[in-house]
Every structure is written in C-alpha cells, then in structure tokens.
C-alpha cells in the first residue's frame, strides 16, 4: 500500500477537534455536553447578516474576484479606520476564514526549512501552516505563573539566525486571553526592524479587550509597514465561524501580488459568506456593546468559579474569549478523554481543549487546558460544577 507523505505524517491533530468521537460517541450514549473546547460562542449574528442571507435573490451564484468583492473591502476600510488602522481596499485580500489567511501568508513568505519565532502557548493551527509551508516554528515559551507576558525580548534574539523569517503573534491572544502590552510591541516592532522580518499579526480579537490597556495593532507600528501582514475574520466579531470570511491585510505590493496567485489557484472566497460579512459591518453599535458586556460577565463567571475548585488555577485573560488554566491532574490529555468516556454527572459532561496541542513541544502544558467562555452564563456555572466533580472522581480513582 502507497505511503501517505512525510508532510501529512508531521501535520498534528487539532487539540480542539481531536476529541470529536469521543465526544459524538457520548451523546448517543445520551451524556449532555457542556462544550468549551472550542470558539464557537452561542451569542447570536447579527440580524442585518442574517436579513442579508435570507434575502439573496440570485440567479446564479457566481465565483468572485479573487481578493474579494470590491465593496467589502472597501467597508472593512470604513471598519478598520475606527481602530486607527489606515487602509486601502488595495491592502486587503478576503480570505476563505483567518485560516487562509494565515496559509496563504506562510506559503508566500517562507520557504522550506525557514523558520518563525511564536510566542507559545499559540493558535494550534499555526503548527500545521508552518508545516503545510515546510516553515518551522521556534517557540519562547510564556508561563502561566506569569499570567501568559510576553518573554523577555532577549529570549527572541536568541533564537534569530540566517533562517529567521518573521515573528508570529496573536493579539489579543488565543488561547491565553494575554493582550499584549505597548513596550512588548515597540520591542517586537524594533527586532522586526532590525533583521528586517515579517510580523504575522492575528488580531482576531479586537473587539474583545476588558481592561484598561489599549489595543496595539502591528498597523499602529511605525516604521516596519512593509513588514506587517495582518489576519483578521469577521468568525468572533459576528459569530459567523460557518460563513468562513477573513482577510489578509498587507502595505507590502511585492507580497499582494505574491498571495494573490494563491487565492487565483483557489479560484475565490465564499460568495455566501461575503454576502453575509459586508451587510454585518452594518450591524449596529448596540450589537457590539451587548455582546462585550456578555463576554464580560462570561469571564467573571468562569475565572471565579475556576479558582474556587481546589487545585485549579487561571490568570485572568485580558482579552478574547479564552482561558488557559491549571488543573491538579498528571495528564490533562488523558483527563479531557476521561471526561468524555469514563464520566457524568447526572447525565453530563464537559469537553475541554487539552493545552498541550498549543504548544510545539506535546510534553509541556500536560496539566493545562483551554477553556473558552463562550456559553452562557447558567451553562458555565454548570459546566463549573461538573469540572470540579471530575477533578474529585478523576483524583480518587485508584482510591476505590
């Protein structure tokens, strides 16, 4: 039998979905699942996205331009002109969802062998970008007793040599919640502009910020435009992960024109979903604002209630909507299984992110998961009570 390529072998298996059976196999036992493994929340899209869907009248559904219909781009302009982000429809190429974006970036910027510096724990299909572009990542590794900062600038430096080809950050980050702080970014602008790297920037989050400190987009970075790609998606910011529309935003015309053959050998983005992302740029300003404030109360819930089990420990997560913390288990792989075909409570369960997916090296994170708040408020606390029943029963194992 033909093998499968070394590619495909090294590719990891998504920390979030890999427990997908384990999972589908509990439900038909009839065990309810409280699921926080992965982002997808439970607030609803907004109603002028929906209206939009709803009303397409089409005779036929065509392919688009390649980079996107003109008039999206020209409203995520509009959009991204509220953050400070100075653009031009020109900038942006619309994405088949943040993920292409990322690829695309990859594939047009590293060659095999080259390698990105990432803060981790990182975005897990980071990983099996790299490894589709045959890029490798060098981690520095943030800590969770130091609420996930950013390491010392210096902690990068060592890992830049003739190889080097960008830097790779998540702002505000997934999966830890850190938002990045002013001096961390000047710090990162000033080694990009040093050994003259690219800074990949998912800004997925923006919207999702609850303290004090300001948003620092890599677009905010004076000096280094040439070197910025940013990854957006509307996928958080309306809750429409299924229409699959991100971008890829970029000042650097060499580089447009690079990734623009990769969107022209995938032809175009999702008609559907371009329909629906542009009519939602129109949502209104209360949209927004209820929705930050459910994410608000959603943190509050999780992290007290967290920290309140004993032996479980979060930091609290500055943006985004996820959290990354320590549970007083020896393997968070083997509890997060556990969870799905070994336990209930009273007919339910929970389903966790196991962090060491998050990390490049599969030894580090082992009693660590991610949990995303993105349910409400009644079915975090339940999900809280469950969590903490597993602990107990999954710790008194061997007692009985």
Known sequence: MPRISQRAEEMPASPIRKLVPLAEAAKA??????????????????????????????KVLEYSPSDGYRS???????????????????????????????????????????????????????????????????????TIEDGFS???????????NER??????????????????????????????????????????????????????AFHLEGIENNVVLIDSVSKRYSECGIRIGSLITKNKELHAAVMKFCQARLSPPLIGQIVAEASIDAPRQYT?????????????????????PG?????????????????????????????TDFEYEGETIMLAPASGFYTDPSMGRNEVRIAYILKKEDL?????ILGKALEAYNNRNNK
């Open 381 to 385: 606390q339940r999900a809280l009570l």
């Open 72 to 142: 999206l781009r020209e409203k995520l302009v509009g959009y991204y002109d509220q953050y400070q982000i100075k653009l031009t429809a020109d900038d942006i190429i619309i994405t088949t969802g943040g993920s292409e974006a990322v690829l695309f970036a990859f594939m047009s910027c590293l060659n095999p062998g080259d390698e990105i510096i990432v803060p981790e724990p990182a975005y897990a299909n980071y990983m099996a970008f790299a490894i589709s572009a045959g890029a490798v990542i060098r981690p520095v590794i943030s």
């Open 289 to 309: 604002i209820d929705v930050y404030e459910e994410y608000i109360e959603r943190r509050k819930c999780l992290i007290d209630g967290l920290n309140k089990i």
């Open 312 to 340: 479980v420990y979060s930091p609290i997560p500055m943006g985004a909507f996820y959290t990354v913390a320590r549970l007083p288990v020896d393997d968070s792989d083997k509890f997060c299984a556990w969870c799905l």
């Open 164 to 217: 080097t080809r960008g830097i790779l950050i998540c702002n505000p980050n997934n999966p830890t919640g850190y938002l990045y702080t002013r001096k961390e970014m000047n710090q990162i602008r000033d080694l990009v502009k040093k050994y003259d790297l690219f800074l990949f920037s998912d800004e997925v989050y923006r919207e999702y910020i609850y303290t004090g400190s300001p948003y620092i987009s």
């Open 29 to 58: 036992r009839g065990t309810k699942i409280y699921h926080l493994n992965i982002g997808q929340p439970d607030v609803h899209t907004p109603q002028v996205g929906l209206d939009a869907l709803k009303h397409i009248d089409r």
């Open 150 to 160: 950013l390491p010392g600038i210096e902690a990068f430096e060592r890992l830049i």
